[in-house]
C-alpha cells in the first residue's frame, strides 16, 4: 500500500513512534528484571538519588559502629570473666588467711601459697586480648601489673598503686552518634589496690607473726573483694548497654536497607506486569502493520 496522503503518513509516522517509544520502555523493563536494579545508574532515579545516598552512608555508619561495638562487647566479655575469676583468687587468699591465723598453715606454706595467688592475680590482670592488655588503661601495648616483684606498700597498711605499669588514662567508646561509653578496667581499680595491699600486708603479717596485721590483710582484701564485685558489674552493665546499642543498629540497618531496595529495585510483579501489557501492544501493532502492507487499492474499491 503507497502512503501518498498527508493524513496517512502524519498517522504511518506517528504509529511508528508510539511503536518505538513502547519497544524502548520494554526493552527497559527487561533490563529492570534481569538486573533487578530500576536503572543502571543515579539518572533513573534522579528525584531520589540524594536519598539513596544518604541511606548509603547511614547503613555504612551503622556498619562501622556495629564492627566497633563487637569487637569492645568481646572485650568486656573477656574484663567481666577476668574479674570473676580474680574474686575468687581473692576470696581463696582470704581463706587461706584465715587459716594461718588459726595456725593451720604453717609459716613456709603459708609464704609459698601468698607468692602462688599473686602470680595467678598477676596472670589475670595482664591478659592479652588480640594483642592488647585489657587492664592497662589507654597503654594497651604494656602489661597492667609488675610481674617481678611481690607487692609491697610505701604506707603500711595504705593502698597504693606501685604494682601498676599501666596508664591512668581510661579507653572511651562512641558506640553510637550520641554515646559516649569509658568501658575499660584498669588494674589500678580501688578494689584491686585494696587486693594487692591485703597481699603485701599479709606477707609483712607473716614475717612478725603479727595477728593484728593479719586482720588489717583479711578487710583488705575484703573490701577489695566487694570493690571488684561492683567493677565487674559496671562492666556488665556496659556489656548490655553495647549489645543493646548493637541491636538498634542491626534494626536500623534492616530499615534502611529496605527504603533503598524501595528506591533502587526493581518491583518484579509491576514491572512484569507492564511487560506483559507491552508485548501484548506490540503484537497488536506488529499484526496491524501486516495487514496494512498485504491490501491493495482494489481492496478499497469493493
Known sequence: MAI????????????????????????????????????????????????YLALSASIAQS????????????????????????????????????????GIQVNTAFQLQLQEKWQIMVGQLNTNSA??????????????????????LAVDGVPDTGYYTGSQQDI????????????????????????????????????????????????????????????????DSNKVAVSNINKNHETFVLYWKGLQETIGNTDIVAVSTQVAVNQGILQAAFQAFAKINSLRLSDFLR
Open 4 to 51: 501518498n496522503g498527508v493524513s496517512t503518513l502524519q498517522l504511518f509516522q506517528q504509529t511508528i513512534g508510539d511503536v518505538t517509544k513502547v519497544s524502548s520502555e520494554l526493552a527497559q523493563q527487561q533490563g529492570q528484571l534481569s538486573s533487578g536494579n530500576k536503572s543502571k545508574d543515579f539518572a533513573g532515579i534522579a528525584n531520589q538519588s540524594q536519598q
Open 63 to 102: 556498619g562501622q559502629y556495629l564492627n566497633d561495638n563487637k569487637a569492645i562487647e568481646a572485650r568486656l566479655e573477656t574484663t567481666s570473666s577476668i574479674l570473676g575469676q580474680l574474686i575468687t583468687v581473692a576470696t581463696d587468699l582470704n581463706n587461706l588467711i584465715a587459716q594461718r591465723r588459726t
Open 131 to 152: 594483642g592488647r592488655y585489657l587492664f592497662s588503661g589507654s597503654q594497651v601495648d604494656s602489661p597492667a601489673v609488675d610481674n617481678v616483684n611481690f607487692p609491697s
Open 172 to 235: 572511651t567508646l562512641r558506640a553510637d552518634n550520641n554515646i559516649v561509653i569509658t568501658y575499660n578496667v584498669r588494674a589500678d581499680d580501688p578494689g584491686i589496690q585494696k587486693i594487692f595491699a591485703g597481699l603485701a600486708t599479709a606477707k609483712q603479717a607473716d614475717i612478725e607473726n603479727s595477728d593484728e596485721l593479719f586482720q588489717r590483710a583479711y578487710s583488705l582484701i575484703q573490701e577489695g573483694v566487694q570493690g571488684v564485685v561492683s567493677t565487674k558489674a559496671t562492666a
